[in-house]
């Protein structure tokens, strides 16, 4: 998922994680390793989202080495805090 527009809240355990905001992307690591999802993400006012199919967000990542930078960064950095 992409929010385009409105805010949301990441919660894992009860636990709030991060706040997203316009630009910001979510769910990426299910659709990369199909494994569950580890935290929930909650709407806090009215937003828009954009809503990635598991194949068009492979094909996003076979033909933009941008995008595959920005998802390699965004998964080092939730990832890094389960690995201390």
């Keep these: 998922f992409v929010l385009l ?3 949301a ?3 894992s ?3 709030k994680l991060n706040t997203l905001g316009p630009g910001d992307f979510f769910g990426e690591i299910a659709l990369v390793s ?3 999802r ?3 993400v909650t709407t806090t006012e009215d937003s828009r989202l954009l809503v990635i199919t ?3 967000f492979r094909g996003l990542l ?3 080495p941008r995008i595959q ?3 390699l960064e965004a998964l080092a950095d939730r990832l890094a805090p389960t690995s201390l």
């Design 13 to 15: 355990k009860g636990r």
């Design 69 to 71: 930078i920005r998802v």
């Design 38 to 40: 580890t935290a929930t």
């Design 5 to 7: 527009n409105g805010a």
């Design 9 to 11: 809240d990441v919660r």
């Design 62 to 64: 076979d033909h933009s």
């Design 54 to 56: 598991a194949s068009a």
């Design 34 to 36: 199909r494994s569950p």
